[in-house]
């Protein structure tokens, strides 16, 4: 049985704190695994992350992982969001690095942790968490080689890392690529393919842009045109991303993440199709 799960990220205003709770309504009876909150760049939404983190945990049944990076803060200060967390009822934390608010190159705060490896040391340390971190099966932008980037994630997981979620990727294979070189490099933790099922295909482009995700021509191909056709693109989009999993699936993955982007239809319709979570069997319809 394939395990999902869910990542949102905290409303900015009212209309979208609404539009959040609708999708996680929606997507909770698909009974996830688990749901990741994300951090904004530098830390900037730690406030809402941790609102929407508690309210997950007084008012759902969903288990939260709430993101934590070490942008901008000192030791001290993040070792007090991780206290927070604990006193909370949290228990799993997706531990980054994170981006610079100006989205610049990283700097270590003058008493903060250096990165991830250091950040995971320190919550394994502490105790009481599952860790999650980040990885990269086309390489993050910043890296400079494939093989630095396995090293470091090898890095996390003797720091005490317990899974990895990888960027999204648009080219299947990229991921069955990435699982035999983590897999030869003796990485055993659960690796699990990021999804990101979306119809607003311009938006996608500039993210992958943004973190090095290649966007196959084939999919720039199949969106062409479609600037004013929603409808086709949502059938497009629930197409492409219900093919992806199938695959994934059938290649033994275990488990699936979905960048949700606070919308939930087509996260929902791909479930239900493919049968994954709480109720529903495959179809072949779309």
Not at 79 to 106: Q, T
Not at 214 to 232: C, F, K, M, N, Q
Not at 257 to 262: A, E, I, P, V
Request: overall charge negative; hydrophobic content about 40%.
């Amino acid at each position: 049985m394939t395990s999902i799960s869910f990542e949102f990220f905290p409303p900015k205003s009212a209309e979208a704190e609404e539009k959040l709770w609708r999708a996680i309504g929606r997507l909770e009876p698909l009974a996830p695994e688990f749901v990741s909150v994300t951090y904004g760049a530098g830390g900037s939404t730690r406030d809402r992350t941790h609102a929407c983190v508690r309210r997950l945990v007084d008012e759902t049944r969903l288990r939260p992982a709430a993101h934590l990076t070490c942008v901008a803060a000192s030791r001290a200060e993040v070792n007090s969001v991780v206290e927070a967390y604990a006193e909370a009822g949290v228990r799993h934390i997706v531990a980054l690095r994170g981006d610079m608010p100006d989205m610049g190159g990283f700097a270590p705060h003058d008493d903060g942790y250096a990165g991830s490896v250091e950040l995971v040391q320190a919550i394994s340390a502490r105790g009481g968490f599952d860790i999650t971190v980040s990885a990269y099966p086309e390489k993050h932008p910043e890296s400079r080689s494939f093989a630095d980037d396995i090293d470091l994630l090898k890095a996390k997981v003797d720091a005490g890392a317990t899974r990895a979620i990888t960027q999204f990727v648009f080219d299947t294979p990229a991921h069955l690529r990435f699982r035999d070189a983590v897999a030869a490099a003796g990485v055993s933790i659960p690796i699990i393919p990021g999804i990101m099922p979306t119809t607003n295909f311009a938006g996608a482009r500039r993210m992958a842009e943004a973190c090095g995700t290649s966007v196959p021509d084939w999919l720039s191909a199949a969106y062409e045109g479609l600037e004013d056709d929603l409808d086709t693109r949502k059938h497009i989009a629930a197409s492409v991303a219900t093919d992806q999993c199938r695959m994934l699936i059938d290649e033994g993955f275990e488990y699936l993440h979905f960048y949700t982007l606070n919308q939930a239809d087509l996260t929902f319709a791909v479930c239900r199709i493919l049968g994954l979570g709480g109720g529903g069997q495959e179809s072949d319809a779309i």
